[in-house]
């Protein structure tokens, strides 16, 4: 099982250590961590976990990301992309699932994209989002907001789960892995 990350690249400390939580309680299921990369933030906060714990760990970035300090360095595998679009395919395809960590919008982008990508039929890989102290909140206001307007089929509530703990969250996508 490889899951694709997504999160926050800046180092707010508020949230490192949930990172890191969720790494450990991948390496600790044998899972594999797909991401973009970065050696920082919530990125490379899940990479040191998942690395204490031996796990596999596979970066994704583009080429201009290649600058001392940036990358994470302990990678099992590291592939270079010519650009983030591709950087974004190539995880996708090597990921079993997803899960959105606390990030910015680079962070919101990826989460909106395999989201939508779910919701067209394009993939059935599941879907979660790891918050921390209701950072996430505003992000289901808004789906709800677009729900309501007539934007979104309610039916995409139901494409992904929110969850405060790695492992509750990290069962979410196992029984999805199942289905």
């Known amino acids: 099982m490889r899951l694709c990350v997504f999160g926050g690249a800046s180092d707010v400390a508020e949230y490192l250590e949930l990172g890191e939580a969720l790494g450990r309680a ?16 919530l990125m490379g906060a899940a990479a040191r976990g998942v690395q204490a714990g031996g796990g596999e760990i596979i970066g994704v970035a583009p080429r201009f990301f290649q600058r001392p300090g940036v990358l994470f360095d302990g990678c099992t595998e590291f ?6 679009a591709q950087r974004k395919t190539r995880m996708e395809e090597l990921a079993d699932a997803f899960l959105a ?9 990826e989460f909106f994209e395999v989201l939508t990508l779910r919701q067209l039929g394009r993939h059935e890989k ?8 209701g950072y996430y909140r505003p992000l289901e206001d808004l789906v709800e907001h677009s729900v309501r307007a007539g934007f979104t089929p309610a ?3 139901a494409l992904y789960g929110v969850f405060a703990d790695p492992e ?3 069962r979410y996508l196992e029984e999805g892995l199942s289905l």
Request: glycine content about 22%; charged content about 20%; some cysteine.
């Open 168 to 170: 509750e969250c990290l």
């Open 26 to 41: 991948m390496a600790r299921r044998g899972w594999g961590l797909v991401f973009g990369g970065g050696g920082h933030g």
């Open 155 to 157: 039916s995409t509530r």
């Open 126 to 133: 599941p879907i979660a989002v790891l918050d921390r102290a």
């Open 79 to 84: 592939i270079f992309t010519e650009t983030m």
């Open 101 to 109: 960590l606390p990030g910015g919008v680079g962070t919101l982008e």
